[in-house]
């Protein structure tokens, strides 16, 4: 596809106007002020630019995503009783197919909204990779272990769907990767921590766990580890060895810090859910000062409750720039980043998140013309201040083009409605 005459933003958070960008199967072969040659673009479908700006594809590096299917059921519950006395129960009538729907569901909400990969936790792995393979979006999946001192993980069925998933992802190219994930330190024992270390250092795996997410599992891992944060109590076993995913981080201490930025693991900042179940908000400027990596996520539907990343990163910046009293943070060069090439990167991507020529063409396109985004004189900001997930016109993953105009290419929504609404009158009904 020839981008033509068309706004850049890259994913360093520098605008450009009238810039050339064409894509060749898979690839990005040229990005420049000036047109390309006639021989790159020979029969290849023409995009025009105007009112129109292009920037690299976004990365939901926290997710749940099938919860979708739970979308503002439990409201109003701090997390110990959200998920013990709505999520669980919910969650253990749902098989692979369940999954499968509401992992569409949720892939059609990301593209909408930019998003071209995404980093996941959840059960029932067969029904969600199924879902990515046929809509085409990148993920990364886990199903995370959790366990007491009597549990052999190898005998657990989360290990039993990722070793599966390792060789189902085999197939993919690396378009969809299995990882080890820890549900948290609360969830699990010394015996079963340990042992998700051993298994993901034997199969070379990433990791995932959340980490400090409220208060009380901070402070009371600490009281049962002779002072110990969840952070010192993983890296005592030797966690963070391997290149990891912590999401949330609301509670870190400094000396929490150091060793992340030490292991150079990357924290995913959900906002909106540690907002809306009243766990805190985490520090996001303390942790770039640290020079700890950082990304962002929506974690579930269920807790936030959509999977809209131009709303997730407009409200990590205001959030940054409110709690420190300081209108100077998250500008548009830090911000891209976090959600690209630093993404894209603890993904384990080392070709994606940018644009270059080289890179893989993963991008989406905005229409810049609807009222709440003219005029423009700072074009970056009136994408993460102004924008909207209705404004993402096109989404494009890898060369193929997956949303476009209010539709995904690959996902029958009407079909997907029906279905996640059959499954939310069937579940209740057995629930009662």
């Known amino acids: 596809m020839y981008f033509r005459d068309i706004s850049v933003v890259d994913h360093l958070g520098q605008a450009r106007e009238n810039m050339h960008l064409v894509t060749t199967e898979d690839k990005i072969t040229w990005l420049s002020d000036n047109a390309p040659p006639a021989d790159l673009i020979e029969k290849v479908e023409v995009y ?24 503002g059921y439990g409201e109003g519950l701090p997390l110990q009783r959200w998920l013990e006395e709505k999520m669980y129960p919910f969650e253990a009538l749902m098989d692979a197919d369940d999954m499968y729907w509401g992992t569409l569901l949720g892939i059609y909400e990301m593209l909408a909204s930019g998003v071209v990969s995404f980093s ?15 809509s085409g979006i990148k993920a990364n999946l886990n199903n995370p272990l959790t366990g007491d001192e009597n549990t052999d993980i190898k005998q657990d069925i989360a290990y039993l769907e990722v ?45 995932q766990v959340h980490l400090s997410e409220t208060k009380k599992e ?30 949330h981080g609301v509670y870190l201490e400094d000396s929490d810090l150091t060793i992340l930025r030490a292991k150079d693991v990357t924290i995913a900042h959900c906002p909106t859910s540690n907002l809306k179940l009243g766990s805190g908000i985490a520090p996001l400027a303390k942790f770039l000062r640290h020079g700890v990596k950082v990304t962002i996520g929506t974690d579930g539907a269920s807790s936030n409750n959509n999977l809209n990343m131009m709303e997730e990163i407009s409200l990590a910046a205001l959030l940054a720039k409110g709690i420190n009293k300081d209108p100077s943070l998250m500008s548009a ?33 905005m229409d810049l013309s609807r009222p709440h985004l003219q005029p423009i004189y700072d074009l970056p900001a009136n994408i993460f201040y102004s924008g909207q997930s209705s404004d993402v016109v096109l989404t494009m993953v890898e060369g193929k083009v997956l949303y476009r105009d209010g539709a995904a290419t690959l996902i029958d929504l009407e079909r997907v409605l029906f279905e996640v609404n059959r499954i939310r009158t069937e579940k209740l009904r057995q629930l009662s």
Not at 48 to 71: A, D, F, I, Q, S
Not at 120 to 134: N, S
Request: charged share 20%.
């Open 48 to 71: 025009e630019g105007k009112n129109r700006v292009l920037l690299p594809g976004l990365y939901n590096m926290h997710c749940h995503v099938p919860m979708t299917l739970l979308r």
């Open 163 to 207: 070793m599966q998933l390792i060789k189902d992802c085999r197939t993919t190219n690396g378009h969809i990767r299995a990882e080890a994930g820890l549900h948290a330190e609360y969830t699990s024992s010394e015996r079963v921590v340990q042992d998700v270390v051993t298994w993901a250092k034997e199969q070379n795996l990433h990791l």
């Open 120 to 134: 996941d936790m959840y059960m029932r792995l067969d029904g969600i990779f199924q879902a990515v393979l046929e």
């Open 333 to 365: 060069t830090e911000i891209m980043p976090l959600v690209t090439i630093n993404a894209a990167r603890a993904q384990g991507r080392t070709n994606c998140g940018r644009l270059e020529v080289g890179a893989q063409a993963d991008l989406f396109v």
């Open 218 to 247: 901070h402070t009371e891992c600490k009281e049962r580890h002779q002072g110990l944060t969840p952070t010192a109590y993983l890296h005592s076993f030797g966690f963070f060895d391997q290149p990891t995913v912590a999401a």
